[in-house]
């Protein structure tokens, strides 16, 4: 065994954060929206940090940026859902990845489910959705790390494909 000690490891701040965002851009994500309800107001995030985490029991996550609007309301509300979005709903990507969108409006004109155990909206078209009850929130920087318990998913039978994120653009399977 090698008992030399380890080099010294210089703190992240050392790491360019453009670097890091090339770097991260290379893996290529699924893009969904989360949706819940708080005091009676409609509330919806595009995401591409989303995974699962535990068959035992069923759970999930997403990160949410600390200083977004959504994320009051996620902690506030307790219960959300997933939408997994086909290729055909970029628009519906762009729109709840827009900052500052009117609350009145927040929903747009886009068609969707209120969810039976939760009460969000899940999408109209979604290749998938799943409906959450929040299990616990971590820390994670200028992100917190929100993870659910799985009360409900769907996963309807479709020929759509998923819509990817790869290298800071969105991408389609071919």
Same mark, same amino acid.
């Given at each position: 065994?090698?008992?030399?000690?380890?080099?010294?490891?210089?703190?992240?701040?050392?790491?360019?954060?453009?670097?890091?965002?090339?770097?991260?851009?290379?893996?290529? *994500?699924?893009?969904?929206?989360?949706? *819940?309800?708080?005091?009676?107001?409609?509330?919806?995030?595009?995401?591409?940090?989303?995974?699962?985490?535990?068959?035992?029991?069923?759970?999930?996550?997403?990160?949410?940026?600390?200083?977004?609007?959504?994320?009051?309301?996620?902690?506030?509300?307790?219960?959300?859902?997933?939408?997994?979005?086909?290729?055909?709903?970029?628009?519906?990507?762009?729109?709840?990845?827009?900052?500052?969108?009117?609350?009145?409006?927040?929903?747009?004109?886009?068609?969707?489910?209120?969810?039976?155990?939760?009460?969000?909206?899940?999408?109209?078209?979604?290749?998938?959705?799943?409906?959450?009850? *929040?299990?616990?929130?971590?820390?994670?920087?200028?992100?917190?790390?929100?993870?659910?318990?799985?009360?409900?998913?769907?996963?309807?039978?479709?020929?759509?494909?998923?819509?990817?994120?790869?290298?800071?653009?969105?991408?389609?399977? *071919?």
């Amino acid at each position: 065994m090698n008992s030399e000690p380890l080099p010294q490891i210089p703190p992240s701040a050392a790491v360019d954060p453009r670097d890091f965002r090339r770097v991260a851009g290379r893996f290529a *994500t699924g893009v969904a929206v989360v949706s *819940t309800v708080a005091d009676g107001v409609d509330h919806a995030m595009t995401v591409n940090a989303f995974s699962s985490v535990s068959l035992e029991p069923l759970l999930v996550l997403f990160c949410a940026e600390k200083i977004a609007r959504f994320h009051a309301a996620v902690l506030t509300a307790g219960r959300w859902a997933v939408s997994v979005l086909p290729e055909s709903a970029q628009d519906v990507s762009q729109w709840f990845a827009t900052r500052g969108r009117p609350l009145g409006a927040h929903l747009g004109d886009w068609r969707f489910e209120r969810g039976p155990m939760t009460g969000a909206a899940i999408f109209s078209g979604a290749l998938a959705s799943l409906e959450c009850r *929040t299990h616990a929130v971590h820390d994670g920087g200028d992100h917190s790390i929100v993870v659910g318990e799985v009360l409900g998913a769907h996963a309807p039978e479709t020929e759509d494909r998923p819509l990817l994120y790869y290298g800071g653009r969105y991408q389609r399977l *071919t």
